[in-house]
């Protein structure tokens, strides 16, 4: 099955249903029909991918549930099991347009799946005249309570149109959790990061690999020289947010790791649920996790609308 290819008028957009319904490219038109990539592609690896049935990692690949205890695959280095299986599976088509298609997810018609409970998702995408919707439905297939979450993993390019630009990134957020290796050790707490980020300044070179609590559902990014805001606005179900504005600690000539510069993304994901929600003390209003009966869905959508200046 090719990738799928999306275009209208303002946007081209590429995912592939074989590789999780990953986005490869998105592509925003300026003047002169000229197309830039707002997310990263090519070798650089993918543009945005889903997380599902969890989002980012669960500690030592190992929960409890139920009374019972699971163990999953370590499916990083660090020894988690990071990002969920549904970008690992092949997703099948169940209609499409030259502006929109929807894919469907069961996780029953595969042999082999590293999550302990039976699960179905959706996923729609498309593209309007100013903006790109996506939808991703997660359902508990099985009979007992399943313990899940969402997420979307984009990589926003630092420059558009112009290679001036100073990418801005603007969301509301309570505060930021204090974590050991991305895995949090306490409750959110407000500081002079989330502070950064809900006044909305330049991104800069903060090595980021944080996830926040307290998200109201809408985050800003702008090109300053391009001239193009890209507004982010997600559901009720989207509480948290992982920032993540890593280093190229490849270049060893420009120590030390304060003065290396930045990667030439940066990834703004929405998320249902906190880093390792599985293992959490803290109760589920705090973590976001979610608890699906038998049948139930958790239904999610984002919206990445743009504006030109």
């Not at 099991?81 to 970008?87: E, Q, T, Y």
């Not at 498309?126 to 939808?135: N, R």
């Amino acid at each position: 099955m090719a990738p799928i290819q999306l275009q209208n008028d303002t946007f081209q957009l590429c995912f592939d249903p074989e590789k999780g319904c990953t986005i490869e490219s998105l592509r925003l038109k300026g003047a002169e029909d000229v197309w830039a990539p707002v997310l990263r592609e090519g070798t650089d690896g993918e543009s945005s991918f889903l997380m599902l049935p969890w989002t980012n990692r669960v500690k030592d690949a190992r929960f409890g549930f139920g009374g019972r205890d699971y163990t999953l695959v370590a499916n990083h280095p660090d020894g988690t099991a990071i990002h969920g299986v549904g970008r690992d599976l092949a997703w099948g088509i169940a209609d499409r347009s030259p502006y929109s298609a929807r894919c469907v997810l069961d996780s029953r018609l595969h042999e082999s799946v590293d999550c302990p409970f039976p699960f179905g998702a959706v996923f729609r995408v498309e593209l309007g005249a100013d903006s790109v919707d996506i939808e991703l439905d997660l359902t508990n297939l099985g009979k007992d309570p399943m313990p899940c979450g969402v997420g979307h993993h984009p990589y926003f390019m630092r420059t558009l149109f112009d290679d001036r630009d100073e990418l801005f990134v603007q969301a509301r957020v309570a505060g930021r959790y204090p974590c050991e290796d991305q895995i949090p050790i306490g409750a959110c707490e407000d500081d002079e990061v989330s502070t950064m980020l809900r006044e909305g300044g330049a991104i800069g070179n903060p090595n980021l690999d944080d996830v926040f609590g307290g998200f109201d559902g809408r985050a800003e990014l702008a090109w300053s020289a391009s001239g193009v805001r890209c507004v982010m606005e997600c559901s009720d179900a989207f509480g948290h947010l992982v920032v993540f504005t890593p280093r190229d600690e490849t270049n060893s000539k420009t120590p030390p790791l304060s003065e290396t510069p930045p990667l030439p993304w940066v990834c703004v994901e929405p998320v249902t649920m906190v880093n390792d929600a599985f293992n959490s003390d803290e109760g589920s209003e705090q973590t976001g996790l979610r608890v699906l009966n038998s049948g139930e869905t958790l239904r999610t959508s984002m919206r990445l609308r743009f504006e030109h200046d």
